[in-house]
């Protein structure tokens, strides 16, 4: 079965989602460790891509296990979006290329509420033909539920849909449940358009 839709995560594939780059940049490094755990692997994290817990509140609890003097750029991880998480330029011109190749283009990302204020500096946003964000729906993945959204939302054949993530869980799930799928963990574009190749994605030039 040909492939006819290619399906986008957002962090880390579309826009630079790098948490030690963030950390460099804000913290002195006896910091990081400290950030890294009541941030970014923080329960409240996960609740906010769940859409259970508002970002405000998501900043209250983290900053009341931090130093004050942290709290300032604490809250630029979280509400500085665009500074945080600036597009990857490549990858957006691929997203052009695959549209004006004739290929649908979906986006299924673990983000929380705030995406639809984010949308508009991601510049393959504007080629997709939808959209299905965690908070939205109370669905992260890898759960199998938030696939079975997109499908159902979108009226998509698995078997058609071409799924690059820059987790190898996320593409293990889509896999299984009959997506083909490349990890963009090592950003290796290259290797991500052979495959897309080699799965009979034809890309036509810009």
């Given at each position: 079965?040909?492939?006819?839709?290619?399906?986008?995560?957002?962090?880390?594939?579309?826009?630079?989602f790098n948490p030690k780059r963030s950390?460099?940049?804000?913290?002195?490094?006896?910091?990081?460790?400290?950030?890294?755990?009541?941030?970014?692997?923080?329960?409240?994290?996960?609740?906010?891509?769940?859409?259970?817990?508002?970002?405000?509140?998501?900043?209250?609890?983290?900053?009341s296990k931090l130093p004050s003097e942290?709290?300032?750029?604490?809250?630029?991880?979280l509400f500085d979006h665009e500074g945080?998480?600036?597009?990857?330029?490549?990858?957006?011109?691929?997203?052009?290329?695959?549209?004006?190749?004739?290929?649908?283009?979906?986006?299924?990302?673990?983000?929380?509420?705030?995406?639809?204020?984010?949308?508009?500096?991601?510049?393959?946003?504007?080629?997709?033909?939808?959209?299905?964000?965690?908070?939205?729906?109370?669905?992260?993945?890898?759960?199998?539920?938030?696939?079975?959204?997109?499908?159902?939302?979108?009226?998509?054949?698995?078997?058609?849909?071409?799924?690059?993530?820059?987790?190898?869980?996320?593409?293990?799930?889509?896999?299984?449940?009959?997506?083909?799928?490349?990890?963009?963990?090592?950003?290796?574009?290259?290797?991500?358009?052979?495959?897309?190749?080699?799965?009979?994605?034809?890309?036509?030039?810009?």
């Amino acid at each position: 079965m040909s492939i006819k839709n290619i399906i986008f995560d957002l962090g880390g594939v579309l826009v630079d989602f790098n948490p030690k780059r963030s950390m460099n940049e804000l913290f002195e490094e006896k910091f990081h460790n400290l950030i890294n755990e009541n941030v970014y692997l923080s329960d409240e994290w996960k609740l906010m891509d769940s859409g259970d817990i508002t970002t405000e509140k998501a900043e209250e609890i983290m900053c009341s296990k931090l130093p004050s003097e942290l709290h300032e750029r604490v809250h630029e991880i979280l509400f500085d979006h665009e500074g945080q998480m600036p597009p990857i330029e490549n990858m957006n011109l691929l997203a052009e290329r695959l549209f004006n190749s004739g290929f649908r283009l979906y986006l299924l990302s673990n983000c929380p509420a705030w995406f639809d204020e984010f949308r508009p500096f991601v510049p393959a946003c504007k080629y997709f033909d939808g959209f299905v964000i965690s908070a939205d729906y109370h669905q992260i993945k890898p759960d199998e539920a938030i696939y079975h959204t997109l499908f159902d939302k979108y009226q998509l054949n698995a078997p058609e849909c071409f799924f690059v993530d820059d987790s190898v869980a996320n593409i293990e799930t889509g896999k299984k449940l009959g997506m083909k799928g490349f990890c963009f963990k090592e950003r290796n574009i290259e290797a991500l358009i052979e495959e897309l190749k080699n799965n009979g994605v034809a890309i036509i030039d810009n």
